[in-house]
């Protein structure tokens, strides 16, 4: 079930790859057609999805930031100013007006971060349609309907469980990338963005990962310790988990099968944008 609910997912993910800081669209549009857009506020990154009415991938791009901690907003006018940017780009690209667009938060961060999120998106000039929690936007992509789906953001980790299309169980843990980030400051004795341009190095992916490697554990018994709630297939996505080895670590802990979907930091950010109705 697993491999067959990545295999679908995965090939979205390369296309929506592919055009990522292109500045091209996969496909053409017009005045008048129905675009879906999606707006991840991410602890790292601002990410805006452009999709058709089919959900069909149009067009994306995103901007590493400062403005969000923990999963919410700390900068206001950075996060609008980023989107802006980002919202001008994709409307030079597309030749068209951006109107709408949907948000998210992490699980249980309570209306009022709701309320910042949708007050971000329209100081852009859009008209914010809803705000969805994250793990199930993963899930909405990932067209999950009985699983479970972690989804690991730079401040936190979200878990949401699914039975037969619905909802059971929803949490969310304040641990995340940044905590990686963290923890390897603290081995090396270097400042916050030092530590994050080395946890993103691909060439000391495993001196750095033996460092967090304590950290992803921690993230995956937060899982173990929901019990018999958890349903399979367990599908961890989000930025944090951009390391060859963290399912094989996930999968130790939690003594079961975890999935990762290629390039999993792009796989909520276009869930997001397919709520956009």
Known sequence: MGDKILANSNKQLKRFESIVNSDKALKKVKEGD????????????????????????????????????????????????????????????????????????????????????????????????????????????????????VDIGGGTTGISIFQNGKLTHVIDEATGGFHMTLVLGGRYKIKNEEAEKLKRNKDKEEEVYSVIKPVVEKMAAIVQNMGSEVNDPVIVVGGATNFDEFTKTFSKVLKRKVYKPLYPQFVTPLGIAMFDN
């Open 34 to 149: 129905k675009l879906k857009v999606g707006v991840d506020l991410g602890t790292s990154s601002i990410v805006l999805t452009v999709l058709d009415k089919d959900d069909n991938i149009v067009y994306g791009a995103y901007e590493y930031d400062h403005a969000v901690q923990d999963g919410i907003v700390v900068n206001f006018m950075e996060s609008v100013n980023i989107l802006r940017r980002l919202k001008a780009k994709a409307e030079e690209v597309l030749g068209v007006e951006l109107k709408t667009a949907c948000g998210a938060i992490p699980p249980k961060t309570g209306e009022k971060s709701a309320k910042v999120v949708a007050n971000v998106i329209e100081e852009t000039g859009m008209l914010c349609t809803g705000v969805e929690d994250e793990p199930t936007a993963a899930a909405k992509f990932l067209r999950l309907k009985t699983g479970t789906v």
